[in-house]
């Protein structure tokens, strides 16, 4: 027997859905940030390619620190405001997920210590971690799919002890595939909704 949500959950579900709503109308269903996360990891092999991956271990940690901002512009570029509505209790949720990942740069920092290619591993742990809690923010299961890949990826690039550009093209090419899937998504909903208005 199927039991029906008490009127409190529902009311709260209906909250919760808009909450989404207004996250994923203020920022592409999140696309911008993964694009320009994965265009960082690009620079950072780049930069690995050329000099060392020390220098690539700096470039992904400090192009880290950008991807917020960017990605409001990319947001931006597109016609969307890049902020979401003062008071959604998402914008907290995405908040934490960002502090709970920077706690946890020390731990990838400490493993670059023993082996550079692991801050690339480790990395990608974190980050496909941070996604699976996306996927509440923004009401999109892709990114369980988007966790759980770059996690895998993770686990058998150090299991094959993958030098370190492999690892940040593979993490780059996940990031940017995934995020220009979702923008595409995010244009073809919206173009349904305004035809349907």
């Known amino acids: 027997m199927i039991k029906k949500l008490s009127p409190d959950f529902e009311i709260m579900d209906d909250t919760i859905k808009k909450a989404q709503f207004d996250m994923c109308q203020a920022y592409a269903n ?37 991807i917020y901002p960017l990605s409001i512009l990319f947001c931006k570029s597109i016609g969307l405001n890049g902020a979401h509505t003062k008071g959604n209790p998402l914008g907290n949720l995405a908040m934490e997920g960002t502090i709970l990942m920077m706690m946890c740069l020390p731990l990838a920092l400490g493993l670059s210590m023993q082996q550079k290619e692991w801050f690339f591993q480790a990395m990608l742990l974190i980050i496909g971690g941070r996604y699976l809690t996306f996927a509440t923010i923004y009401g999109k299961k892709i990114y369980w799919i988007l966790g759980a890949i770059l996690g895998i990826s993770a686990l058998l690039l150090f299991k094959l002890k993958v030098p370190a550009l492999g690892s940040l093209l593979t993490g780059s090419c996940i990031e940017i595939s995934f995020g220009l899937f979702m923008l595409i998504s995010f244009q073809r909903e919206n173009k349904k909704s305004i035809q349907t208005k």
Do not use: D, E, K, R
């Open 30 to 66: 999140g696309a911008m940030g993964v694009i320009v996360s994965g265009l960082i990891w690009l620079t950072a092999a780049s930069i690995t390619y050329q000099y060392s991956p020390n220098t690539g271990i700096w470039t992904l940690f400090i192009g880290g620190m950008f």
